[in-house]
């Protein structure tokens, strides 16, 4: 099924009731990822009788965020959940909604002050830890523990971006792929075309390399993108995401991705749904709530190919 176009500002009724209970949703931008979380939050809030929730895209700007986030709160949302643009900004958001009293649930990005979140506060995400870990051991093994990797990062400021990287380099610390050397990593900020560009330069420049590691998949098919525009064929190099997302699993398919994690969007929204309408129910919800990752190769890919294919 096509996902749900979702506009800047969007509000959707789930059940016509006389006293609904109000869910406010502000997610940093609109990707495919951020997308299928999205309609997996509405979809599970669409089984909740007497839930509403407004929906915001921040478009990656943390002043736009901050002020959508102040918005919802000015309207008297009972909940919140939030895909933050910048895991800084939980710092920011967490007193607006806690002075307020209103229950917040942060989705997929980690805030970098979970620590110290109050209780009507959670976090729903997937443990970072698994992600990089599972995508460079398996880079690894392809490599039989031996070649040269270049590394595309997501945002800097992106808990994701910076646990998956960290993951990488952890890898390659073991004894059984030590012999693993990074010799690029740069930014592409999760876009294929950032990615594609970074990778053209790479290979401008004569950089040699048997794999390239990204934090995302559409990271991913920017680098596939320029690896065979550049006429190199896809078996000299191991192309690595991470996510799972119907592009990818397709690239996969044909031969082009080696490697990619599921990480469940859909699930995490439908869990940060879950643990809203607890904490405003005046539930207790753990602070950290996780949702696996899984490794897929060509192997296992049958089982995350979209039901039609």
Known sequence: MKSVIISA????????????????????????????????????????????????????DNDLQKKQIQELVADKVDALIVLLSDGDLGAQLTPI????????????????????????????ASDEKESGTLQAKEVCRLLNGKGRVAV??????????????????DVIATSACKD??????QTAYWSPEFADAQVQEWLSAGVK???????????????????????IPMKEVVVAGIDAIDDA????????????????????????????????????VPRENYIPFELVTPQNIARYLPKSQ
Do not use: W
Not at 153 to 169: L, N
Not at 211 to 224: H, K
């Open 180 to 185: 693993l050397k990074v010799v690029e990593r």
């Open 97 to 124: 909604a806690a002075s307020a009293g209103i229950p917040l649930v942060y989705v997929n990005n980690v805030p970098a002050n979970v620590a110290d979140l109050p209780e009507n506060q959670a976090v729903v």
């Open 9 to 60: 500002l969007l509000m959707i009724t789930i059940t016509s009731v006389a006293q609904s209970e109000t869910l406010g949703v502000s997610v940093a931008d609109l990707d495919k990822f951020n997308t299928t979380l999205l309609n997996g939050l509405l979809s599970h809030a669409k089984d909740k009788a007497g839930l509403k929730v407004v929906t915001q895209n921040a478009k990656g």
């Open 209 to 231: 390399f048997d794999a390239v590691i990204a934090n995302n998949d559409d990271m991913a098919l920017g680098a596939i993108r320029a690896l065979k525009r550049n006429g």
């Open 152 to 169: 595309l990062i997501g945002e800097p400021f992106h808990a994701a971006a910076r646990a998956r990287t960290t993951d990488i380099d």
């Open 249 to 284: 699993l397709a690239e996969m398919a044909a031969g082009d991705l080696a490697v990619t994690v599921f990480q469940n969007a859909a699930g995490q929204g439908a869990g940060a749904v879950d643990a809203a309408v607890k904490l405003m129910r005046g539930e207790k």
